[in-house]
């Protein structure tokens, strides 16, 4: 009776180490997985994007459903952290009705603020074709930001330009598409010389 009893004891010591063990391993192994999931999280990047389009073209419509502008590219890159994109050697064409189309290239571009403000940088080109009324336009600068809802577009740093024979060079530049009015900062202008009659 004693040996039942002591082996009773023995059996039921066991099973409750055993559970304790079983326990304690539970606890190693969700904390393990916590841990894992942790660093796994920490190494996915907030910036992470969602949408890689390769050569596209977006065309925004006026609201009488006439096509205001196209923005195509090679690449464009979508992040939902700040809903920007990023636009790999960006052609923006301004189509502004009777007036002639205004296209302008960068190797780089970035959309942002609900895609009503574009910044091109790198190697920008602008170049507006002649019309009945206006001279061709062609400009060169490092940067230009677009707001091509209220049809203009800007920038701070040195701007060349090139229009009806003469050259102008400044720093900075305000320009209304709209208007065909365009503002220089301080700078230069070289007229060609006259044509002797």
């Not at 979508?78 to 502004?96: A, C, F, G």
């Not at 009324?133 to 091509?148: A, Q």
């Not at 060349?160 to 400044?170: D, F, K, L, V």
Request: proline share 6%; charged share 25%; no cysteine.
């Amino acid at each position: 009776m004693r040996n039942q009893r002591t082996a009773h004891r023995y059996r039921l010591s066991i099973g409750m180490i055993l559970a304790l063990l079983g326990a304690l391993g539970s606890f190693w192994l969700l904390e393990l997985m916590n841990r894992a999931g942790e660093d796994m999280a920490a190494g996915i990047k907030v910036d992470e994007p969602d949408n890689i389009v390769e050569r596209f073209s977006y065309v925004r419509m006026t609201e009488t459903g006439q096509p205001s502008y196209i923005i195509s590219g090679d690449r464009l890159t979508h992040r939902p952290s700040d809903d920007s994109s990023e636009i790999d050697n960006p052609v923006v064409r301004s189509l502004s009705g009777d007036k002639p189309p205004m296209d302008i290239r960068a190797r780089h571009a970035r959309v942002d603020q609900d895609n009503t403000r574009v910044t091109l940088t790198k190697d920008v080109d602008i170049h507006r074709a002649a019309s009945p009324t206006t001279r061709d336009m062609h400009m060169v600068t490092e940067k230009l930001v677009i707001y091509p809802e209220e049809d203009r577009m800007e920038t701070d740093l040195p701007v060349r330009m090139e229009s009806g024979g003469a050259t102008a060079t400044g720093i900075g530049m305000q320009a209304n598409n709209a208007t065909r009015q365009v503002q220089l900062g301080r700078g230069t202008i070289v007229y060609p010389p006259r044509a002797r009659q």
